[in-house]
């Protein structure tokens, strides 16, 4: 299992994975590719520590 749980860790590494890609075919930087992927991860942590608030909200 990766960091965030319920998604396999396989997946997360193939969609880090394409979007190293996507950002290199757009022409970014190494530095600039890094920074996207850090800047999706900590989305993506955010978005699921929201949804884990709103349902410890919802169960009370």
Known sequence: ???FGWIPKD???EAIERLAEEEALLGRSPREIVESIMDATTCGIN???LKLKDQKVDSK
């Open 1 to 3: 299992m990766s960091a």
């Open 11 to 13: 997946e997360v590494v």
């Open 47 to 49: 978005q699921a520590l």
